[in-house]
C-alpha cells in the first residue's frame, strides 16, 4: 500500500527547483556581465620587454575577464606562440591610421611646431596641441574601432598612446581608462629623452590627469611625477617575472652576462665594453656574454673589435630560452643609463645571480642592500664592480637573489591588477 507523501515534500522540491533556476540564472549573468578588459598596444607579435610584460599580464586576466588587445601590428606579424599567447583565449584586432590629407598635415604640423616653441603651457594650449598632433581623422577612427568593442577598461600602453587614449575621454564616459608607462619619469622627460622631451612635459601631464588611473613602475616615478604636479597622482604596480626560471646557476663558470635590445645609449652595453676592456687587462679569466639585437649592433662589435675582445666578449642573438644563458651566468651586469622597470634584474635573480648595476632609483629599489651599484656612466667605477664581484660570497648572495626575486612573480602582482579592475 503506497502512503501519502505529504505536502512538505512537494514544497521542498519546488524549493530545490527554484534553486537551481536561480543559480543556472546567476552563473549566465555572470558569464554575460563578466568584464571586458582591452590593451592598446603600438605591437604584441614581436621582440620587446614591453611586449613580453604586456602578454604576460593580459594573460592571466584572460583567466577571469574578456580580454582583447587592440595592436597596431600587421596582421601578416601574427605569432601568438612567441609569447604563449595561443594558450589562453584572446581576441586579437589590428588596427591602422588612416592618411591624412597633404594640407591637413600641414597645417598640423605648424600648429604643433608652434606649441613646441612658445612657453604657453597652459592646458587649454595643450588641449590644441592634443589635436593638432592627432589629427581628427585619426581620433575617429580610433575611437570607431574602440567603441565597437564596449570595453568595461581600456589600457594604453606606453606614454604616447596613453596619451591618445586621454584624448578620446569624452568618447567613454562609462569605461575606466588607463596609462600603462613603461619608461621612467628621467627617461620621458628628461633632458637628452629619446621620447617626449622637457618641451612636452608639461603637455603629457595635462593628457595624463584626463585618465582614470596612471600606472608606473617604481615608487620613485610616482614620487617624481606628483612632485612635479601634485594633482597627478599615479599609482605603482611592479612587472611580473615574465618568464618560468631554468636551472640555478651553479656560480662556477666564471661568465658575466647582459641582455637587452641594442638601442642607442638606454643599455649601456658600450659603457660595459670599455670598463671590461680595463677589467680583463688585469683578470684573464672571466667572460663577458651579451644577449642582445638592435641598431647599435656593429657598434658594439667594433668596439670589442677594437679591444681584441673577441675571444672574452660573445654577443648572442635573442632566443625564447633566454632562461639558457642565466643558468650559465656567474654574475649579472646592468649597465643602462636609464630603466623604467629592469625586469632582467628579476630574471637573473630567480636564477641565483648576484647583480652588478648602474645606481638608478628603481634599481636601488628593487634590490635595496643586494645590489652592487656603480655610478651611472662611470665606467672606471664600474670596472671595479667587475674585479670585485669575483672575489664575493657567491653562494650567499645566490640564495639571497632568490628569496628577492620571488616578490615579483604573477601571481602576486596580478593580484593588484584585479583590485585595480575591480575598484
Avoid at 235 to 252: A, F
Wanted: charged share 25%; net charge positive; proline share 4%.
Amino acid at each position: 500500500m503506497l502512503l501519502p507523501i505529504p505536502k512538505s515534500f512537494f514544497i521542498f522540491i519546488v524549493q530545490i527547483y527554484k534553486i537551481n533556476l536561480d543559480l543556472s540564472s546567476f552563473m549566465r549573468n555572470f558569464a554575460i556581465m563578466k568584464k571586458k578588459i582591452c590593451f592598446l598596444v603600438d605591437s604584441i607579435f614581436s621582440i620587446g620587454g614591453v611586449q613580453r610584460v604586456t602578454a604576460v599580464i593580459a594573460k592571466e586576466l584572460a583567466k577571469t575577464y574578456d580580454v582583447t588587445i587592440v595592436t597596431l601590428d600587421q596582421q601578416k606579424q601574427e605569432d601568438k606562440s612567441l609569447y604563449g599567447l595561443n594558450k589562453v583565449k584572446i581576441e586579437y584586432r589590428f588596427f591602422s591610421y588612416p592618411k591624412v590629407g597633404k594640407w591637413k598635415k600641414i597645417c598640423c604640423k605648424a600648429i604643433s611646431g608652434i606649441y613646441l616653441k612658445s612657453k604657453i603651457k597652459t592646458k587649454w594650449a595643450s588641449n590644441i596641441y592634443a589635436h593638432s598632433s592627432f589629427p581628427a581623422e585619426h581620433r575617429e577612427a580610433l575611437a570607431k574601432e574602440l567603441t565597437q568593442g564596449y570595453y568595461d577598461i581600456i589600457i594604453g600602453v606606453h606614454a604616447p598612446l596613453a596619451a591618445r587614449l586621454a584624448n578620446l575621454r569624452y568618447e567613454f564616459p562609462n569605461a575606466k581608462l588607463i596609462g600603462w608607462l613603461h619608461n621612467s619619469y628621467d627617461a620621458l622627460f628628461g633632458e637628452k629623452s629619446m621620447y617626449i622631451g622637457p618641451e612636452r612635459k608639461r603637455h603629457y601631464i595635462y593628457q595624463f590627469r584626463k585618465l582614470d588611473e596612471v600606472i608606473v613602475l617604481c615608487q620613485n616615478d610616482a614620487n617624481l611625477f606628483n612632485h612635479y604636479d601634485q594633482q597627478f597622482k599615479p599609482i605603482v604596480i611592479y612587472n611580473p617575472l615574465t618568464l618560468k626560471p631554468g636551472l640555478q646557476s651553479e656560480g662556477n663558470s666564471k661568465r658575466f652576462l647582459a641582455v637587452g635590445r641594442f638601442t642607442p645609449l638606454h643599455k649601456g652595453i658600450d659603457l660595459l665594453i670599455e670598463a671590461f676592456n680595463i677589467f680583463s687587462q688585469r683578470n684573464k679569466e672571466w667572460n663577458l656574454d651579451i644577449v642582445g639585437e638592435g641598431p647599435e649592433g656593429e657598434t658594439y662589435r667594433s668596439l670589442i673589435a677594437k679591444y681584441g675582445l673577441e675571444n672574452r666578449i660573445i654577443i648572442h642573438p635573442f632566443t625564447n630560452y633566454i632562461q639558457a644563458h642565466y643558468s650559465k651566468a656567474q654574475i649579472y651586469v646592468l649597465s643602462s643609463r636609464w630603466e623604467g622597470m629592469p625586469l632582467v634584474l628579476v630574471e637573473a635573480m630567480s636564477h641565483g645571480l648576484p647583480i652588478i648595476t648602474s645606481d638608478l632609483p628603481v634599481c636601488k629599489e628593487i634590490l635595496g642592500d643586494f645590489g652592487i651599484y656603480f655610478k651611472n656612466g662611470d665606467i672606471q667605477e664600474l670596472a671595479q664592480c667587475l674585479d670585485e664581484t669575483t672575489k664575493i660570497n657567491w653562494s650567499e648572495k645566490s640564495q639571497e637573489a632568490i628569496g628577492i626575486s620571488q616578490k615579483y612573480e604573477v601571481k602576486e602582482i596580478i593580484k593588484q591588477w584585479q583590485e585595480l579592475i575591480e575598484q
